[in-house]
């Protein structure tokens, strides 16, 4: 039987190290394009099997890699925009295709797989966010190696480059709770997005190790971003809170702004938090203290985990978790003597 051709063998051969062949053949910075070269070659040469071997010998161009997601989430420039062009941009710097499609909601109903994915000319696939869970397992069926981004469940399995929610949204919580409120609400639905879930988690578990008890008419856990909803939420609660976390910039958004509407002052009367920091935390008047998110990091990690993966197929799946960034702005500050 023929013994199986190794990274070390090739290692062996032109006397570097196995990290330096495992660079080389994945797309990986850190080795001179002469050493990358050297190495393909010794690996044509020995018979290693992986991914880029089999597409030159095939005619096949190099590293070609999808990107899809649904027409919501490319609509959302200010946020899946900057992951779009970090991945665009990694893909580029390893001399990777890349291929891009939205897909839109007959696509999603009907569980249509764009072309390049059934017909298998793509090496790895890339999910923006979420797009139905059903449809996205159709994909990993496929067994093309799939990278999801800002989206996981139990049944996708697949590697995940996701934030930390639980621990932002810990830290959002406690910024207020150091500020001194007790009476804070909470507002998102948990329902949309297991993102929002694990926000939710989080805010809990701030309020709890504080000593604080969650307020049940200051859970708003089914809210719909619309303005109209909103203001009617404010407006009918009785006993109002000091300070309101928002699962995203657009709640926080549309709380501060609903709040302002019915005669409170930001932050004089009640505190604002939101999370993401895309532009309608940067926009709203006063600025919205929020979490930050790296999305360039987001795009980068993501190529880097699909590369991973085409060459290590048979490895456990990873969830690979980033953290974000309290950024405080004019929104929050200390409650009122006198409750509102």
Known sequence: ?????????????????????????????????????????????????????????NGRKQGSIALIASDLAFSLKSFFGEIFLSIEKEAVQRGMTLQIQSINKEATKQLILPSFIENQSVDGIIILSHISNDYINKVIATGIPTVMIDHHHPTNHSDVIIT???????????????????????????????????????????????????????????????????????QNLTDKPTAWFCVNDGLGFLVSSCLQQQGYKVPQDAS???YDNGQLSQLANPKITTMNIDLE????????????????????????????????????????????
């Open 1 to 57: 039987m023929k013994k199986k051709v190794t990274m070390q063998d090739i290692a062996d051969r032109l006397n570097i190290s196995k990290n330096s062949v495992s660079q080389a053949l994945t797309g990986k910075p850190g080795v001179s394009e002469e050493t990358r070269d050297l190495v393909k070659n010794a690996a044509m040469e020995l018979g290693y099997d992986y991914p880029k071997a089999r597409q030159v010998a």
């Open 164 to 234: 930390n929610n639980r621990f932002g949204a810990y830290k959002a919580v406690e910024h207020l709770i150091n500020l001194g409120h007790k009476n804070i609400a909470y507002i998102g639905n948990v329902d949309y997005s297991p993102s929002y879930q694990e926000r939710y988690e989080g805010y809990v578990h701030a309020l709890r190790d504080h000593g604080l008890t969650p307020a049940e008419p200051h859970m708003f856990t089914d809210a719909v971003e619309e303005e109209n909803v909103i203001f009617d939420y404010i």
């Open 272 to 274: 604002v938090c939101s």
């Open 297 to 340: 990091l987001y795009g980068k990690k993501a190529v880097e985990q699909l590369c991973w993966r085409m060459e290590n197929r048979g490895e456990p799946f990873q969830e690979i978790l980033i953290s974000s960034q309290l950024v405080v702005r004019a929104s929050t500050s200390s409650p009122p003597v006198r409750v509102y």
